[in-house]
């Protein structure tokens, strides 16, 4: 079986050990077919507390972990245009 894997950005970190992912996709309206933009939410574990607010990160299917978490945070993509802000 292959895992669903996506990319996003996170958008909350205030959770231990977990982060909310907001992940965004473009699709065409069946009927008006007008471009929209839907946002979907996940919340992924985050084992070393090593994600921030605005990284861009790759997310994984798991078991269930808890109540809400089912994804795992596998890597953080460097995002080197945001590091010269800095």
């Known amino acids: 079986m292959i895992n669903k894997t996506y990319t996003g950005k996170v958008v909350s ?33 985050d084992a070393e507390n090593a994600c ?5 990160v790759i997310i994984t299917e798991t078991k269930p972990m808890s109540k809400d978490k089912r994804w795992l945070v596998l890597e953080k993509v460097n995002n080197s245009a945001r590091s010269n802000e800095k």
Do not use: E
């Open 52 to 56: 921030n607010v605005g990284d861009t």
């Open 13 to 45: 970190n205030k959770m231990d050990k977990t982060v909310v992912v907001a992940i965004t996709r473009l699709f065409q309206h069946p009927v008006y077919k007008k471009t929209v933009k839907k946002v979907s939410k996940f919340k992924a574990h």
